[in-house]
């Protein structure tokens, strides 16, 4: 018989708290149902004594200490998963809000996951080519990484994002093993709706998973709503042997709601008032991206942020950073002066795109040039800066060559149209072209060969 | 005595309070609720023990069952160790995903080294031999180049009484028996079992006197590394803190490297452990697998055991140590270490000292860096644990707890730095804030290994980059033209240094390691083309006519263009660098 707990003994936010239980299991699922009517769900943070304090997913407005029952499930939270979720839109935590029923399967599978076994990890090896010479060339999406957008309010994320998804080539990836898990926490509902149309307008819809928690849905929901779609993509990688791109937005809102529940349980903060346990939780989400020895398929993850104020040393990006593969960083003054998509190469990187590069994958003089044109694009902002104070006029020649160098690689390699798909060798061409601007002998970081076999010889200087 | 039992009454995450726990010990392990979770007693107030649990609490209930050990937080040291790889307590992770394919669930309960594996065992006492602690009683050949000496416990001293023939034997079955003074025998297996958090003895510290080699230049060259020494390692995300670890476990001349992947990522364990098996250790032409023993404990995995995971290293570290090894710990990262520390503190709802951190943060990391050091074991050999912490200070700014306190307790400090990583300059390791307490200490090694002026050559290109520095900052307000042609020469020295010497390509199959010798040569020709063009810009000949001399390029080409083993090569260039300049003299008097 399932008991029923009648009375609560305090209302704190988006906590609960009961007294006089036996047998609750941490981390269970409880069932609360206020008045007549109405059913939430919750789940228990902590247990102490006979007190057990639960979180509700929906909200505890309208609960009050004594026109709420709550029963206990047993269970933690777990959803039901078959190959009929593609397609769906879910809320939160995994109830369908498209209006058809929820999806029927045996599989059910805790939202929370378990920590891959490393030695059961595949070292993510293969190229994914996105049609951005930026990313493609200097910070190369590599097939089972975790490349974070860093962005800021305002700046062209979704639409990167979206193109991106678009784009998208996955060696070993057909029609049929492809699929996209889209989780949205604390996003605007028109930013929920600008990534389903341009899912829409690409033609993958029907391979699209969504875990959408808007701004006005409840907090709490905001915390299981990226596991959701980790776990979807987990049971289409790992026992479906599909190819998966997961686009979580936006991770600060996600790390806010953390921060509220935290302070609502009087933990101890730290850095900003984010809880000690900000970069465990965040690791917990992304460590769930990768690919396994055992099958074929791969989760590749791309979070967006926005950095609060730009500025990236702030707790969520810098956590972030820590624990992804790299990081896209999106830049306010590119954004400024048009160029689309406003990366910022310099902090950006790649850390996986060391053995998904060269001419197994891309071609041989990947890696040098990558390298080159950082090395010359930092002097760029070295001479601007210079040019600054003495004004253009004065430069030496060569740093006036490193001018033009930059404008060009931003106006032309960087920005790029919102449809225009570029393959790897039209980006690596263009990277010659542009870095053919600066004379052979400033070019220190590439072998004579490779100089001797692609350098743009004509280009006036 | 394990029928004490206490009872959950409350869950925190990974903190677990206990009724009726009064006779539990302090540091004891306890297993948790019916799926015998693997926990540690942390403190204990009147009957309520608080437990820190190394595994995920989720579905325990309050009201299970508590169980004791009786023993500390252990591992078990013995053969078995090398090659294999572990989670932050000891498990290996091969046997869990046999046990569980890909996940790591909880509650598969305690496992440690391979207890059926049989070892081919050369025991080397007889019957009758006096033994004293430390002493070697069996020996194993582990991999082909570490030979695993059993030794006598600290705290046993006796005859042999039963001594079994060598052959094949398992690690539980008993090798030796000694009789100690007061006739009480003692029985020795091929392991033993020691809990982390208390150091291994040893008879006494040595002074530092050796370097670590690493093969890496402004490491070798410029901020050297000893045998026995500490250093911390900080920089933020993005400066190649993963890639000069890895770098160091790969080239250093340690005889056995602990890797502890403390809160990293998982896909670094699995890259090292593609990678290092099929990298040949140049001084033994062997894989470097065989000297490695890894610790992976993941961001993602429970954190406990990740507080755990740097004692479970250093204690395994100090057991090679006392067979007579030099042994060099890698945590990668320390940060994580110390997180892990304000996280479970946090939830035992202690008072916070700065930025969250417990006010205990700074005597863990003193208890945890005093564990290297130069020894001699109890049988008096020469051995030592050299630590390497990285650090991750959050926004890379370097005041921060972890990293300021990091820096009271090592003596050598390589910071890296945002702004060399930005410009690709690999490794980016700050040549100017850096700095290595061990350079006196290694000074007579230097001199008598390298050459007698490599220090007094250090320091000249040391004070050259100052010089550079503070240049750079006229440089930016004036631009580089102004300046007058001594400086100018300056500039285009420390250009040089940085981008001929100090950068190194970690993925380039010459660059990746070099030798001392062919760093100090490479040094010699920097130096020599200063000399040489300096006594031009002297006469006056103008510094753009100095840049146009094709050995300039050779020089910065050293790296990639002459080989560890074609040294000779150097000389060459040497009389070409006088050479050209003299002509050049020639040409203007």
Same mark, same amino acid.
């Given at each position: ?66 026109? $709420? ?67 493609? $060339? ?22 990167? $994002? ?206 040098? /040039? ?32 490193? /001018? ?58 | ?58 579905? =325990? ?19 078995? #160790? ?10 290996? &992770? ?60 600290? @705290? ?12 094949? %034997? ?7 028996? &000694? ?22 003895? #040893? ?44 770098? =160091? ?39 470097? #697998? ?6 992976? @404990? ?106 300021? @306190? ?7 400090? &390589? ?10 300059? %690999?490794?980016?390791?700050? %040549?100017?804030?850096? %700095? ?5 200490? =290694? ?13 007094? =050559? ?64 490479? &040094? ?14 002297? #006469? ?50």
């Amino acid at each position: 018989m399932k008991k029923e707990y009648l009375k609560l003994e305090k209302i704190e936010g988006p906590l609960i708290v009961l007294s006089g239980i036996v047998d609750a299991a941490y981390g269970e699922v409880i069932n609360i149902k206020v008045g007549n009517e109405e059913t939430r769900s919750g789940k228990i943070i902590k247990i102490e004594g006979d007190k057990v304090i639960a979180q509700v997913f929906e909200g505890t407005a309208g609960i009050s200490t004594d026109n $709420a029952s709550v029963s206990f499930t047993g269970e933690p939270l777990s959803i039901p998963l078959s190959k009929e979720i593609l397609g769906r839109t879910f809320n939160g935590v995994g109830q369908p809000i498209d209006g058809a029923y929820q999806v029927i399967s045996k599989d059910r599978e805790n939202i929370n996951g378990r920590p891959i076994n490393p030695v059961a990890r595949r070292y993510p090896k293969n190229f994914i080519q996105t049609g951005f010479s930026s990313i493609d $060339a200097l910070m190369t999406l590599i097939r089972g990484q975790k490349l974070p957008i860093f962005s800021g309010n305002g700046m062209a994320h979704k639409e990167l $994002a979206a193109q991106l998804v678009k784009q998208a080539k996955i060696k070993g990836a057909t029609a049929d093993n492809f699929a996209v898990v889209f989780g949205a926490m604390g996003v605007r509902h028109d930013d929920a709706d600008f990534f389903r149309r341009s899912f829409e307008t690409a033609g993958v819809l029907d391979h699209v998973v969504m875990y959408i928690n808007t701004a006005d849905d409840p907090i709490i929901e905001r915390i299981s709503a990226p596991r959701c779609a980790l776990t979807a993509a987990e049971y289409l990688a790992f026992k479906n042997n599909m190819h998966v791109v997961v686009v979580l937005t936006d991770m600060t809102s996600y790390a806010e709601a953390l921060r509220e529940i935290s302070s609502a349980r009087e933990e101890v903060p730290s850095r900003k008032g984010y809880p000690g346990y900000l970069y465990s939780d965040l690791s917990t989400i992304y460590e769930r991206a990768g690919m396994l020895k055992s099958c074929e398929g791969s989760i590749t993850l791309i979070p967006i942020l926005t950095m609060p104020n730009d500025d990236i040393t702030h707790p969520i990006p810098d956590l972030t950073g820590f624990i992804t593969e790299g990081q896209v960083v999106l830049n306010r003054e590119l954004n400024q002066k048009g160029v689309y998509p406003p990366i910022d190469i310099l902090p950006s990187l790649s850390r996986l795109m060391k053995d998904g590069i060269g001419a197994e994958y891309t071609r041989e003089d990947h890696a040098d /040039l990558q390298s080159q044109i950082y090395a010359s694009y930092s002097k760029v902002q070295d001479i601007r800066s210079l040019a600054q104070i003495i004004g253009e006029d004065d430069l030496s020649d060569i740093d006036r060559l490193y /001018l033009d160098f930059g404008r060009e690689l931003e106006g032309k390699f960087i920005a790029q149209g919102k449809n225009e798909n570029r393959s790897i060798t039209e980006t690596l061409d263009l990277g010659w072209h542009i870095l053919s601007i600066l004379p052979v002998t400033e070019l220190d970081r590439m072998k004579s060969e490779l100089i001797e076999k692609y350098y743009d010889y004509s280009r006036e200087r | 005595m394990t029928n004490i039992q206490g009872i959950v009454s409350s869950i925190n995450g990974p903190v677990v309070k206990g009724l009726n726990m009064g006779s539990f010990k302090v540091h004891e392990m306890v297993t948790v609720g019916k799926q015998k979770l693997i926990g540690e007693v942390v403190s204990i107030e009147g009957e309520i023990a608080t437990v820190q649990v190394y595994e995920e609490t989720e579905g =325990l209930k309050a009201g299970e069952i508590i169980y004791s050990t009786g023993t500390p937080l252990s591992v078990t040291l013995g053969p078995g #160790m090398i090659g294999n790889i572990f989670d932050g307590i000891q498990r290996p &992770l091969e046997k869990i995903q046999d046990m569980s394919k890909d996940f790591i669930p909880e509650g598969i309960g305690l496992l440690s080294l391979d207890m059926e594996k049989a070892w081919d065992v050369t025991v080397t006492v007889n019957v009758g031999d006096k033994l004293n602690p430390g002493d070697v009683y069996a020996t194993i050949q582990e991999t082909h180049r570490i030979l695993h000496k059993m030794l006598v416990p600290y @705290n046993v001293k006796g005859t042999v009484k039963k001594a079994q023939p060598s052959g094949k %034997y398992t690690l539980n079955d008993i090798i030796v028996v &000694l009789e100690k003074d007061n006739t009480e025998t003692v029985e020795l297996t091929l392991c033993t079992k020691w809990p982390v958090r208390k150091p291994r003895p #040893m008879k006494e510290r040595l002074p530092i006197y050796r370097p670590l080699i690493t093969g890496q230049r402004v490491i070798d060259s410029f901020y050297p590394i000893a045998k026995g020494g500490t250093i911390g390692l900080p920089g933020g995300f993005g400066t190649g803190k993963t890639v000069t670890q890895h770098q =160091l476990a790969k080239w250093s001349d340690a005889d056995i490297i602990v890797y502890i992947g403390c809160g990293e990522r998982g896909n670094e364990m699995t890259d090292v452990l593609e990678e290092f098996p099929k990298l040949i250790d140049p001084r033994t032409n062997r894989p470097l #697998m065989e000297r490695t023993v890894l610790i992976a @404990n993941t961001s993602n995995m429970p954190v406990a055991a990740r507080e755990a995971s740097i004692y479970t290293g250093i204690t395994m570290a100090e057991y090679y140590r006392d067979m007579g090894y030099d042994v060099a710990i890698m945590a990668d990262s320390t940060s994580r270490w110390a997180e892990a520390l304000r996280e479970i503190s946090g939830r035992l709802e202690e008072m916070p000292a700065e930025e969250g951190y417990p006010a205990y943060l700074p005597s863990r990391l003193a208890e945890f860096y005093e564990r290297a050091g130069c020894v001699k074991t109890l049988n008096g050999q020469e051995a030592s644990i050299t630590i390497i912490g990285a650090v991750s200070p959050p926004g890379g700014d370097f005041s921060e707890p972890v990293t300021e @306190n990091t820096k009271r307790f090592v003596s050598g400090f &390589l910071a890296l730095d945002k702004k060399l990583a930005y410009a690709r300059h %690999y490794p980016a390791i700050n %040549y100017l804030t850096s %700095y290595s307490g061990y350079v006196d200490m =290694l000074a007579d090694w230097y001199e008598q290994n390298v050459a007698s002026d490599m220090l007094e =050559l250090r320091h000249k290109m040391i004070v050259l980059l100052q010089e550079d520095e503070k240049l750079n900052e006229i440089v930016q307000l004036v631009g580089e033209d102004v300046l007058p042609n001594d400086q100018a020469l300056v500039l285009e020295t420390a250009r040089m240094i940085k981008k001929g010497f100090l950068q190194q390509n970690a993925l380039h199959a010459e660059d990746s390691y070099v030798t001392l010798e062919k760093q100090y040569k490479m &040094l010699k020709c920097i130096d020599n083309f200063y000399e040489e063009a300096l006594k031009c810009v002297k #006469m006056g000949i103008p510094i753009s006519v100095i840049r146009k001399e094709s050995v300039i390029q050779d020089i910065m080409k050293i790296k990639y263009d002459i080989p560890n083993d074609k040294l000779e090569l150097l000389d060459d260039l040497n009389e070409r660098i006088v050479k050209t300049f003299a002509d050049l003299r020639l040409k203007y008097e």
